[in-house]
């Protein structure tokens, strides 16, 4: 098994030349493979082969293995070339992605955990400049005992400026529905943005941030924000970043936003 990495090369080599459909292991041969773990990170088989048994052709993503017990299996490429592998249980190696047909020339059972790594997709920049309005609806609740000090629900309606792009899609409009801790000259905002996108794809954000005043002069800072899914194009997708805010005198708040985005 710890030259597995050497056949799988040869073969990622050949796929390039040769289009073919993914064959996964736990669909065409369900008996010999199991999965014991998986997220949208990795994949975990759990491997084992009675003795003289052999599987069919397919294929592995790039992984890590470990053999839990001894090894000796020969495996078939693609092209018909054969390779004999051998090792001792508790032995771990890398293998690169690609296709065989494994046999286990033992008269013991064999078996392995293969961990695969599912393909992540790289993050991309979005930034962009949105102005929202002065809340829409505000309700505030003081807090009996503690001058200066309450609870504000509010909503706010934002435009787009100066549009990001996400998956494609330029962002028109959104409204941001939030609730405050208000302590007189500080609070704390946390609450849900409902991005709406040019094809009307919403993508839906939690957002905080802390208003400091000073002078009568308020002063927004640690603005970040999270891209939690939304529908359509924007299903599932993830993100993360920051906005620096500069309030206005006629109450409007205009936000610069940069990020990323898979």
Not at 77 to 100: F, Q, R, S
Not at 106 to 125: G, H, N, P
Not at 189 to 208: A, E, I, K, L, Q
Request: aromatic residues 8%.
């Amino acid at each position: 098994m710890h030259r597995i990495a050497v056949s799988f090369v040869v073969v990622s080599v050949l796929l390039l030349a040769l289009p073919a459909m993914a064959q996964d292991p736990t669909e065409v041969d369900s008996k010999h493979y199991k999965v014991v773990f998986e997220n949208d990170q990795v994949r975990v088989l759990r491997i084992t082969y009675g003795p003289h048994e052999k599987s069919v052709m397919h294929e592995h993503p790039a992984g890590v293995w470990v053999l839990l017990t001894d090894e000796r299996m020969k495996f078939t490429l693609p092209d018909g070339e054969t390779k004999e592998e051998h090792g001792k249980v508790g032995d771990t190696g890398w293998a690169d992605a690609g296709k065989h047909l494994p046999e286990n020339l033992s008269d013991q059972a064999f078996e392995v955990i293969l961990v695969e790594l599912k393909a992540t997709k790289a993050w991309k920049r979005m930034s962009g400049t949105t102005v929202c309005d002065p809340p829409s609806q505000e309700h505030a609740i003081p807090v009996e005992g503690r001058p200066h000090h309450s609870y504000v629900v509010n909503q706010v309606k934002c435009t787009w400026t100066k549009p990001w792009v996400v998956r494609g899609l330029a962002s028109t409009e959104g409204v941001g529905t939030g609730v405050v801790e208000d302590h007189g000259n500080v609070s704390f905002s946390s609450g849900t943005f409902v991005d709406t996108m040019v094809n009307g794809d919403r993508g839906y954000y939690d957002y905080s941030f802390k208003t400091k005043t000073k002078d009568g002069k308020p002063t927004i800072s640690g603005h970040k924000w999270e891209l939690l899914g939304g529908t359509g194009k924007l299903k599932g997708a993830k993100g993360k970043g920051t906005c620096e805010a500069t309030l206005q005198e006629d109450g409007k708040v205009v936000y610069e936003c940069q990020g990323k985005y898979k």
